[in-house]
């Protein structure tokens, strides 16, 4: 069996936190997770948090909910 591959979307937002271009990642998979720490003791709300890293084949720009894209990138 061969790697699984997934397609991913990054929007990115203005400081308004309006969507303004689209970054299409294609063939996308992990390559890299950080453990998880957490303490049960805490007496607040913790939020959990971790690092991942990807790799991917191609990823395009496009305008936010465009079915075209502007550019490809390899």
């Known amino acids: ?3 699984t591959l997934s397609d991913a979307t990054l929007t ?16 996308l ?14 007496g607040d709300t913790s939020y959990l948090s ?6 991917y084949n191609i990823y395009e720009f496009a305008t936010v909910g465009s079915a075209t894209t502007t ?4």
Do not use: H
Not at 30 to 41: A, I, R
């Open 29 to 42: 998979y992990p390559t890299s997770l950080s453990g998880l720490s957490y303490d049960q003791q805490a």
């Open 12 to 27: 990115v937002l203005s400081s308004k936190n309006n969507p303004q271009v689209e970054v299409r990642f294609r063939d």
């Open 71 to 74: 550019e490809t990138t390899t």
């Open 50 to 55: 971790g690092s991942v890293s990807f790799s």
């Open 1 to 3: 069996q061969g790697p």
